[in-house]
C-alpha cells in the first residue's frame, strides 16, 4: 500500500494510491469525508507523507561512498540528528541559505515507524516499521567541515525533502537509490552495499532513543553527492517507492 497525505480543499488528509487516484484512508478517511471514488492525483497537493518528532539519519553507511571518499568503515552506525522544522514535500523548494558556500544533494532511503519502539531487537525491528520513503539529506558542505559535527550543515529549513508517498511492502535490503540532477543521474546504488540493515538500525537506534510513530531513519547515501545551484531539479528515486522531486532556489 501507498499511503500519502495531501491537501485538498484547504485542508489536510491522509489516503492511499491506487493507480491514479487518491482514495481514503481505511481507519482515518472515508467516504463521508472524501469521495468514495476517490480524488484524482492531479487535483490533490502531495505534503511530506510523515510528520515526524526527529529524523535520524545515518552517516558513511554505503561500501562505496566510504571507498570514495577512502575513508575506514564505521564498526557502529554514525548517526545524527536533523529537525522536524527542516522537513518539505515533494514539488517543494530547497532554499539554499544566503551567505552559505556548497550545498549538497544526498540520494536516500527512508524508514517510516509505525508503532512506538524502545530497545526492540533487530529480529524484531521490521515489526515496527510502517513502510519506506525516499529522503533527501541535504547538506552545507562547507559547514560540515567547518564546524567539525554536523548540526548546523544539516538543518536548515528546507533541507529535509521526504516523499512521494510512504510504500508498505517493500524489501528494504535489494533496492536501487538513485539521485538525478536536472535529468541526468548523478548516483546510483544499492542497499546491497549498506553497511548496516534497515534492521540493524532501528535496533541501535531504538536502544539510544525511545521512536515513536513517524519518526524517520535516514539509512545514508550512495557515492556521487554533489552541489546544488538556483535553478536546479533534484529527484530521488528508490525502487518501487517512486521519485521525489524537488525546485532548488536562492534562499
Known amino acids: 500500500m501507498k499511503i500519502l497525505r495531501f491537501r485538498w480543499q484547504e485542508k489536510d488528509w491522509w489516503g492511499r494510491l491506487s493507480g491514479d ?37 545515518v552517516g558513511l553507511n554505503y561500501r562505496d561512498h566510504a571507498e570514495e571518499l577512502g575513508m575506514a568503515l564505521p564498526e557502529e552506525p554514525l548517526i545524527f540528528l536533523k529537525p522536524p522544522s527542516a522537513v518539505v514535500g515533494p514539488e517543494d523548494r530547497i532554499l539554499l541559505p544566503p551567505g552559505v558556500g556548497r550545498v549538497d544533494y544526498e540520494a536516500e532511503l527512508a524508514v517510516i515507524i509505525g508503532k512506538t519502539a524502545r530497545r526492540v531487537s533487530p529480529e524484531k525491528a521490521r515489526e ?31 533541507f529535509a525533502p521526504i516523499g512521494p508517498w510512504i510504500e508498505t511492502e517493500l524489501d528494504p ?12 543521474v548523478v548516483q546510483d546504488s544499492s542497499t546491497e552495499n549498506l ?41 530521488i528515486e528508490v525502487e518501487g517507492i517512486g521519485r521525489l522531486v524537488n525546485f532548488v532556489v536562492a534562499g
Open 21 to 57: 487516484r487518491v482514495l481514503p484512508l481505511p481507519g482515518i478517511t472515508d467516504s463521508g469525508e472524501l469521495p468514495a471514488e476517490g480524488l484524482p492525483l492531479t487535483e490533490v497537493r502531495l505534503l511530506a507523507p510523515t510528520v515526524p518528532t526527529k529524523i535520524v539519519a
Open 173 to 184: 535490503d535489494r533496492v536501487r537509490v538513485r539521485a538525478y540532477l536536472n535529468g541526468k
Open 195 to 235: 553497511l548496516f540493515s534497515v534492521s540493524r538500525l532501528v535496533s541501535f537506534v531504538s536502544h539510544i532513543m525511545t521512536l515513536y510513530p513517524g519518526d524517520v531513519i535516514a539509512t545514508g547515501t550512495p557515492p556521487g553527492v554533489g552541489p546544488l545551484s538556483p535553478g536546479d531539479v533534484v529527484e
Open 128 to 158: 515496527y516499521i510502517l513502510g519506506y520513503t525516499c529522503f533527501n539529506d541535504v547538506t552545507a558542505r562547507d559547514l560540515q567541515k567547518k564546524d567539525g559535527q554536523w548540526t548546523r550543515a544539516k538543518s536548515f529549513d528546507t
